[in-house]
T-cell receptor, first 109, second 115 residues
C-alpha cells in the first residue's frame, strides 16, 4: 500500500527564514516523489519531482530512501511562497498519485 | 500554455440525483485521472483511464461512478445517484508519460455540493 505523511498541517515562518516541509512515505517498490503546490484560488501544480533533482523557485527536495523521506526545503522564504503544499507519491504501473494531507505554509512579512 | 479545463466550477444537486462532471484534458495527453478532495481531507485518487478503458480504480469508485471519453476531447465523471458524502472538490488530471516520470496536470476542480 502507498502512504504519504505530512506531519505539519500548518507552518508559519517569517520572510527570509529557512523553511522545511516534511514528507515521509511508505511504499514497497521504487516510488516517484513529487511536491505539488496550490496557491490561493489556483489549481494544483507541480513544483518539483525527485527524479529531476532540480531547484524550482529556490525549493529543493532530496529523496532519502533510508528514512523514506522527501522533505521540501528553501533557505530563505518569501511571502509569495505562502500556499498549500502537497507531497505525492506515484508507484506501480498506473502512476496514480497518492497525496499527503498537505501543509499550509504562511510566510509572514 | 495548454491547461486542463473543468466544468462546471460549482454544482449543487439534490441527494439521489445524477451529476456529470466534465473535463477537457490537454490535447496530446493520453492518460486521464479523477481525484476528489472532501473538505479538510487529502486529495484522493478515484480512477485512471487510458486507451478508452479504466486502468485502475480505487475503493471509492464503486458502481455509482462511471467515466467516459465520449469524443476526442471530453472526459466525464458521472455519479448516478449522489449521496451527501459525495460532496467534495473533484479534480481532473491528464498526463503524457515520458520515460520514467509522469507529470500530471490538474484542472481547477469542480465543487460538488449534495443537499
Amino acid at each position: 500500500a502507498q502512504r504519504v505523511t505530512q506531519p505539519e498541517k500548518l507552518l508559519s515562518v517569517f520572510k527570509g527564514a529557512p523553511v522545511e516541509l516534511k514528507c515521509n512515505y511508505s511504499y514497497s517498490g521504487s516510488p516517484e516523489l513529487f511536491w505539488y503546490v496550490q496557491y490561493s484560488r489556483q489549481r494544483l501544480q507541480l513544483l518539483l519531482r525527485h527524479i529531476s533533482r532540480e531547484s524550482i523557485k529556490g525549493f529543493t527536495a532530496d529523496l532519502n530512501k533510508g528514512e523514506t523521506s522527501f522533505h521540501l526545503k528553501k533557505p530563505f522564504a518569501q511571502e509569495e511562497d505562502s500556499a498549500m503544499y502537497y507531497c505525492a507519491l506515484s508507484g506501480g504501473s498506473n502512476y496514480k498519485l497518492t497525496f499527503g494531507k498537505g501543509t499550509l505554509l504562511t510566510v509572514n512579512p | 500554455e495548454p491547461e486542463v479545463t473543468q466544468t462546471p466550477s460549482h454544482q449543487v444537486t439534490q441527494m439521489g440525483q445524477e451529476v456529470i462532471l466534465r473535463c477537457v484534458p490537454i490535447s496530446n495527453h493520453l492518460y486521464f485521472y479523477w481525484y476528489r478532495q472532501i473538505l479538510g481531507q487529502k486529495v484522493e485518487f478515484l480512477v485512471s483511464f487510458y486507451n478508452n478503458e479504466i486502468s485502475e480504480k480505487s475503493e471509492i469508485f464503486d458502481d455509482q461512478f462511471s467515466v467516459e471519453r465520449p469524443d476526442g476531447s471530453n472526459f466525464t465523471l458521472k455519479i448516478r445517484s449522489t449521496k451527501l458524502e459525495d460532496s467534495a472538490m473533484y479534480f481532473c488530471a491528464s498526463s503524457v508519460r515520458r520515460q520514467t516520470y509522469n507529470e500530471q496536470f490538474f484542472g481547477p476542480g469542480t465543487r460538488l455540493t449534495v443537499l
